[in-house]
């Protein structure tokens, strides 16, 4: 999510001192100065200290669509170390990275920089065991969605027709979480931050997400125009991927209705507005 102190965090933030001492052992001289508590995650803790971002994980919170996983992170910002594309790992502890600040602001225009990211991104390849296995084709994300709507009470909206895709023989690399809090646009360029939920899975899943109405109006305030959606298609390298997405699209919000219903029911109260944005998705495909 976007990391960016706030006015409120200007002042230095009480962090566990045991995190502390693990961290300045760490990498010493780089995490020198306050600790400022970083404004944006919804799982995990993040301060600043210096050009330094040090994230604490609450593996306490998992969700079937959003794993977090500190190893996951730390194997995917090693495995990106080259391709300018995520933050620096500076050192990692028992549930703890510590990062490169990335200077910039969280992603609110130009959707055709982000699919042109993404597809440098999905061309990395990564030994097999490297990250998870997501669910991949029509049947394994209708699978997911309805796990998703098991958790939630009440009725729940039928299934949307959709076509049968299958899952693919050789999955990419992906980010799982391309939400627009998790992009950041500054002087070093885009990156990619909050690696928790990296995965083997399908490009068009990294689409959908980035697409998706309801994580951008959580992130971003609003949801994509028309334009900006045909643009960011229109501009993603590889458009048998697009073409995949497509075949996909009801599914993939059917899955992420299921995702803010269940959110909603269990106290965060702003996904009830991203489960009608979804159904109104269903309804009505915008891209």
């Given at each position: 999510m976007q990391i960016k102190p706030t006015s409120f965090f200007e002042t230095p933030n009480l962090a566990p001192q045991n995190l502390r001492n693990q961290v300045v052992s760490a990498v010493g001289q780089l995490a020198k100065g306050p600790w400022c508590s970083l404004s944006g995650g919804r799982t995990n803790r993040l301060w600043r200290v210096g050009n330094v971002v040090v994230k604490q994980f609450d593996i306490q919170v998992q969700s079937l669509l959003f794993p977090n996983d500190p190893i996951a992170e730390t194997r995917a910002l090693l495995h990106l170390a080259q391709h300018n594309l995520a933050p620096t790992l500076y050192a990692a502890g028992p549930n703890w990275l510590a990062y490169h600040f990335v200077e910039g602001q969280s992603w609110s225009q130009n959707s055709e920089l982000v699919a042109q990211h993404l597809g440098r991104l999905h061309k990395i390849s990564a030994p097999e065991t490297m990250f998870r296995a997501a669910p991949?084709?029509?049947?394994?994300?209708?699978?997911?969605?309805?796990?998703?709507?098991?958790?939630?009470?009440?009725?729940?909206?039928?299934?949307?027709?959709?076509?049968?895709?299958?899952?693919?023989?050789?999955?990419?690399?992906?980010?799982?979480?391309?939400?627009?809090?998790?992009?950041?646009?500054?002087?070093?360029?885009?990156?990619?931050?909050?690696?928790?939920c990296p995965a083997l899975g399908d490009p068009a899943e990294d689409l959908a997400m980035f697409l998706s109405p309801a994580m951008q109006m959580l992130y971003r305030g609003q949801t994509l125009s028309a334009e900006d959606c045909s643009q960011f298609l229109a501009a993603y390298p590889d458009q048998l991927v697009v073409a995949r997405l497509q075949d996909l699209k009801l599914l993939f919000h059917y899955r992420m209705a299921a995702y803010c219903l269940w959110r909603a029911q269990n106290g965060l109260k702003d996904y009830q507005k991203g489960y009608e944005l979804e159904k109104e998705a269903l309804e009505r495909p915008f891209y």
């Amino acid at each position: 999510m976007q990391i960016k102190p706030t006015s409120f965090f200007e002042t230095p933030n009480l962090a566990p001192q045991n995190l502390r001492n693990q961290v300045v052992s760490a990498v010493g001289q780089l995490a020198k100065g306050p600790w400022c508590s970083l404004s944006g995650g919804r799982t995990n803790r993040l301060w600043r200290v210096g050009n330094v971002v040090v994230k604490q994980f609450d593996i306490q919170v998992q969700s079937l669509l959003f794993p977090n996983d500190p190893i996951a992170e730390t194997r995917a910002l090693l495995h990106l170390a080259q391709h300018n594309l995520a933050p620096t790992l500076y050192a990692a502890g028992p549930n703890w990275l510590a990062y490169h600040f990335v200077e910039g602001q969280s992603w609110s225009q130009n959707s055709e920089l982000v699919a042109q990211h993404l597809g440098r991104l999905h061309k990395i390849s990564a030994p097999e065991t490297m990250f998870r296995a997501a669910p991949s084709g029509s049947a394994a994300v209708f699978e997911m969605a309805q796990r998703l709507f098991a958790l939630c009470s009440g009725p729940i909206l039928p299934p949307p027709k959709f076509t049968r895709v299958l899952g693919l023989k050789t999955p990419n690399l992906i980010h799982a979480d391309v939400v627009a809090g998790n992009i950041i646009v500054g002087p070093e360029g885009l990156r990619f931050i909050d690696w928790q939920c990296p995965a083997l899975g399908d490009p068009a899943e990294d689409l959908a997400m980035f697409l998706s109405p309801a994580m951008q109006m959580l992130y971003r305030g609003q949801t994509l125009s028309a334009e900006d959606c045909s643009q960011f298609l229109a501009a993603y390298p590889d458009q048998l991927v697009v073409a995949r997405l497509q075949d996909l699209k009801l599914l993939f919000h059917y899955r992420m209705a299921a995702y803010c219903l269940w959110r909603a029911q269990n106290g965060l109260k702003d996904y009830q507005k991203g489960y009608e944005l979804e159904k109104e998705a269903l309804e009505r495909p915008f891209y």
